[in-house]
């Protein structure tokens, strides 16, 4: 993430990909107070083993897409709500990537960036089976907690005639 103030969303990545027991770095590495860093970040994500980067950023929002600059992983931006702008001015900054250098984008906020950490666990399930049932399994989870919304709820009022 660009700053420690992003965590606030950018946790819900790591909750996410905690209960899938899947490992992750939760890191700050701003793209305009430390580029260098940034930079080596990006460049030694490959040989540190990382499947994708899940970068979290606000304002100008400039960390996903020089990420994607500098790696071939994967890169998962999530627009981090700006003070005035409420992350608008985020997400068109990561969504507009120039051809060639592509960010995944997600929705603003904690929506992004469990949504994000989602992607990245279907992205790796694609060739580890148990993940793949993990997976599978939340997803039922997410479907029966849908149907057992209507549980509960009183019929329609009927007109009277």
Known sequence: MGSSS???VMSHAADILTEF???FEAQVVSAH???????RYAEGARERGLAAIIAGAGGAAHLPGMLAAKTSVPVLGVPVPSKHLQGVDSLHSIVQMPRG????????GAAGAANAALFAVALLAHA???LRE????FRARQ???????????????RQQG
């Open 128 to 130: 580890d089976a148990a």
């Open 101 to 108: 250098v592509p960010v995944a984008t997600f929705a603003i």
């Open 33 to 39: 107070r430390m580029p260098d860093d940034m930079f």
């Open 21 to 23: 027991g899947v490992p």
């Open 134 to 137: 993990r997976l599978d399994a």
């Open 6 to 8: 992003d965590w606030e």
């Open 143 to 157: 479907t029966e907690a849908a149907r057992a919304m209507t549980v509960g709820l009183a019929a329609p009022a």
